[in-house]
């Protein structure tokens, strides 16, 4: 296993950690649960994970409740379905139609106007989530297109939705997490044999390197 590979699984390793003890941002806790549903590894042990949560909650002495608990557990309930997508009229294409929920409940049919293509055979999709850290989005990239190359100010959290690409850490493929450092430089190329989607989460700019991204960065900012 070389050292981004060892790395991408500690990642994933603190992620699912984090998903079983509900301390994920709601973009990452929605990357996860898609991801879980796609992976059986993962499943499997998130499952270990649960019930040995439920084995610690046994053994642990019973404690009083704040005033006003249960009040505020369902007031939080209450909140994160708000922050859920009210999309029952939205009209459902294929690539939903193949996606486990949660993640197809926030994908837009490929007609819809929050698409935006912002190069050749790249299209992106901004995720609103309220006020939980990171910024999420879709992207949809041509078959055998190459994204330039790019570096991340903050980390960065990618799972293939269908398809796959390459880039210089390995090949991903459905179902998989690939994770970039802060000031982790790459250039992923979509897979030849269909169009790949991802969904990603950034904790920080993008930043595009090489003479002609530095020259694009200054005009943009």
Not at 59 to 82: H, R
Not at 159 to 179: H, R
Request: with cysteine.
């Amino acid at each position: 296993m070389n050292e981004q590979a060892s790395f991408n699984m500690q990642v994933l390793d603190a992620l699912l950690l984090d998903y079983a003890t509900g301390a994920l941002s709601l973009p990452l806790e929605v990357l996860v649960e898609t991801h879980l549903a796609m992976n059986e590894d993962s499943a499997k042990t998130m499952n270990m994970l649960m019930k040995l949560g439920g084995v610690l909650l046994e053994d642990s002495d019973p404690v009083s409740l704040s005033e006003g608990a249960l009040e505020n557990v369902l007031k939080a309930i209450e909140q994160d379905e708000e922050q859920q997508p009210h999309n029952s009229k939205r009209k459902i294409d294929t690539d939903s139609a193949l996606l486990p929920r949660p993640i197809a409940d926030y994908l837009p049919d490929r007609n819809n106007s929050s698409w935006r293509r912002i190069g050749i055979g790249l299209f992106e999709c901004d995720v609103v989530f309220g006020n939980d850290q990171g910024r999420a989005k879709f992207y949809r990239i041509s078959p055998g297109t190459a994204i330039p190359s790019h570096t991340h100010t903050g980390t960065e959290v990618t799972l293939v939705l269908q398809g796959g690409f390459t880039d210089e850490t390995g090949n991903y493929g459905p179902g998989d997490i690939a994770v970039q450092e802060e000031g982790g430089e790459h250039k992923p190329v979509a897979d030849n044999d269909g169009e790949c989607m991802v969904f990603a989460v950034n904790h920080g700019d993008i930043r595009l390197t090489g003479p002609i991204g530095r020259v694009l960065n200054l005009l943009v900012n």
